[in-house]
């Protein structure tokens, strides 16, 4: 490709003042946003507003801010809020089982590395490794 005539020089200076003013640029605020954005960030006052001691239905919810000109219909809301709670569930439980797991094998890692090191032969090492896996059924449960 042929670079137009009339471009100019770009000099080392120009990239490096350009990078400096790309990098000071703060995020646009856009003006709408998606009914799943919308409806998570008002989460915990439809939640509150529907449940036993507010008692409100998610269609009442649902006209109160259709009058503020969020078109929503109760069933909507209803549904994304399902969909948050699963995501959130579904992420907390990744980061228990992950935690508890990990522990667990380097447990077993940790016994089966002390013991080798104090062992000279490879016996005993093969042994440790039946053991350990007997024993951690035992500890999940």
């Known amino acids: 490709m042929v670079e137009p005539k009339d471009s100019g020089q770009i000099t080392k200076g120009k990239i490096d003042e350009a990078i400096k003013a790309l990098k000071e640029q703060k995020p646009k605020e856009r003006e709408s946003v998606s009914d799943r954005e919308a409806v998570r960030k008002m989460r915990r006052y439809i939640e509150k507003l529907t449940s036993d001691k507010y008692g409100y239905s998610y269609d009442e919810v649902s006209e109160m801010l259709k009058g503020l000109g969020i078109n929503l219909s109760g069933s909507?809301?209803?549904?994304?809020l399902g969909e948050l709670k699963k995501s959130s569930r579904r992420r907390h439980q990744a980061s228990d089982d992950g935690g508890s797991s990990m522990s667990v094998q380097g447990a077993t890692e940790n016994q089966q590395a002390v013991l080798a090191s104090s062992e000279g032969e490879e016996k005993p090492v093969k042994s440790t490794?039946?053991?350990s896996k007997k024993q951690q059924p035992e500890a999940q449960e």
């Not at 909507?76 to 994304?80: C, G, N, P, T």
């Open 76 to 80: 909507r809301i209803k549904y994304l």
């Open 129 to 131: 490794k039946v053991k």
